[in-house]
């Protein structure tokens, strides 16, 4: 039994012997390589250890023999089917009639437009692609080295010096884990009618795995397309939905009438720039590169462009698509903080907490009242901090700057003695100053109790932002909480302590 029920089998790896031949001195051919890799991460994609039934054939085929009929039941009874992509699987005899067997067995079954993914080995022509498989995006498990496309891993890959090639096993098998989830999720469904579409563009028959919000990441040329498929990657395993329309258009209008369906809902336009201006379409006045960005900018969408810090040092064929490269509102940085920034920004904001009211003192609601603690160093900051508490519905003081210097104590011991919530802000100023602050609170706390009626502290935090590299000042009280307000969780978690302020308070 498989992993998907009422299957034997979950993945049938489809391959020419050829692409499996071992090269002197390598252990194992490139598919023996490739199959065992992704039935491992599969494996742990869907977390059951030997719950996986994958199936490929390993024997030699003769041309004047007939499709065994192991293979042809093997075929007919398998969740998805894994096709190797090269010149070998298209002049096989075998290989495009196994393709065929497969869609002739589940043409009448849920998800069957689906269910085909294709390994490009870099080793076939785009149009020979096109071709043979117009209606299925592409694994792309090759790279541009030396202006050459080199099949990655090839001749035996290594984590080492092939990272792009567990990273594209990794993508496969991420998808795989997915279309195996649909599938479960539809066996009551029907199967949809009507001609297939490329895997991963949406319909309402099949609704994409990932529902959060869509990102359009534009088709990029040869030099950059490992880097696009590593952010694409990076969004989807973040749960956006990540869409790119137009690939298998040949012509410009089919190309924008596709490019406009997909980036109607997305939140913004993602591209990778490189050496070279891209794909060209029979009636286009450019390369795909600039044609995108002007799709984007005309639709009104958010761009966010990224280019190596060395790109520029590099040598262009095209002086145009140079000029474009340079004059490009681009994000120059390594890939790694890109990433972060599109994750950044795309990320919608969350919604508003909900806010308790308030205690009620004689008909006037009395919100929790926060001292922020600062050095001269870090009132800039702590004014900031303030006007956000106060937003959350706090009262807010932070301490005197200017005045004579008994006026100046007295109003901080005040402070101290008769806030709610206390923040510490450590910033600029030095862990030293943040130690002699928690040592003056034994002092202080005592006072607390002495008033009619006792107050206690009901809150108590250090708030660090700018610089975020800050030392450690070895403070540690119980019931305190660090707030890192140079990142998105910190910001969270001040809400959750004002929620919990007040609570406290209202006691």
């Known amino acids: 039994m498989a992993y998907v029920p009422d299957f034997e089998h979950d993945i049938f790896i489809s391959y020419a012997l050829v692409d499996d031949e071992k090269l002197p001195g390598v252990d194992a051919g490139w598919v023996t390589t490739f199959a ?37 039941q093997a075929l007919e009874r398998t969740a998805c089917l894994v096709v190797v992509l090269s010149p070998g699987f298209l002049k096989s005899p075998w290989c495009p009639l196994e393709l065929e067997i497969f869609q002739r067995a589940v043409q009448s079954q849920c998800r069957a437009d689906s269910r085909v993914f294709i390994v490009d080995l870099g080793t076939v022509t785009e149009q020979e692609r096109r071709s043979a498989f117009s209606n299925y995006k592409p694994f792309d498990f090759w790279k541009v080295d030396d202006r050459r496309k080199r099949t990655l891993g090839y001749p035996a890959p290594n984590a080492k010096d092939h990272p792009e090639f567990y990273d594209s096993v990794d993508d496969l098998a991420r998808k795989l884990k997915e279309e195996f989830d649909q599938m479960m999720a539809a066996k009551s469904v029907p199967a949809p009618s009507g001609p297939g579409r490329p895997q ?23 030099d950059v397309n490992t880097a696009r498929k590593q952010v694409v990657t990076f969004l989807e395993s973040h749960q956006f939905r990540v869409v790119c329309g137009g690939r298998n258009a040949d012509d410009v ?16 336009f993602v591209q990778l720039l490189g050496l070279y201006p891209g794909r060209e379409l029979d009636g286009a006045s450019s390369g795909l590169v600039r044609l995108q960005h002007e799709m984007a900018a005309s639709l009104g969408k958010k761009v966010l462009q990224w280019r190596a810090p060395d790109l520029l040092a590099k040598t262009f064929e095209d002086q145009a698509h140079f000029e474009a490269v340079k004059a490009a ?7 790694e903080g890109f990433k972060a920034e599109v994750k950044r920004i795309a990320t919608p904001p969350p919604p508003p907490r909900p806010v308790d009211e308030p205690p009620v003192v004689n008909g006037f609601e009395v919100p929790p009242t926060v001292f922020i603690h600062a050095g001269v160093e870090d009132i800039e900051q702590a004014e900031l901090l303030s006007c956000k508490l106060s937003e959350l519905n706090c009262w807010v003081t932070t301490p005197l700057t200017r005045g004579e210097p008994d006026k100046i104590r007295e109003d901080l011991e005040a402070n101290l003695t008769e806030c709610d919530g206390l923040i510490v802000y450590y910033g600029k100023i030095s862990p030293d100053w943040v130690r002699a602050q928690f040592r003056s609170l034994p002092r202080v706390l005592p006072k607390r109790q ?11 935090a250090i708030c660090s932002g700018d610089p975020n590299d800050h030392p450690n000042p070895g403070v540690n009280i119980p019931n305190m909480q660090w707030l890192d307000l140079s990142k998105d969780a910190g910001r969270v978690q001040l809400g959750q302590w004002v929620e919990n302020l007040r609570k406290a308070a209202a006691k």
């Open 329 to 335: 509102s681009a994000i120059e940085c390594p890939l």
């Open 36 to 72: 065992s890799a992704l039935e491992n991460r599969l494996s742990a994609a869907i977390g059951r250890l030997g719950r996986l039934r994958p199936w490929w054939d390993r024997t030699q085929l003769h041309e004047n023999q007939p499709l065994d009929k192991q293979i042809q």
């Open 450 to 460: 002495r008033l009619d009626p006792p107050r206690p502290l009901r809150a108590l």
């Open 253 to 268: 209008e089919s190309w924008k009438a596709a490019v406009t369906h997909e980036l109607t809902d997305a939140t913004c």
């Open 200 to 222: 991963g563009l949406p319909n309402k028959e099949n609704p994409p795995a990932s529902t959060g919000p869509v990102i359009y990441v534009a088709e990029a040329s040869d």
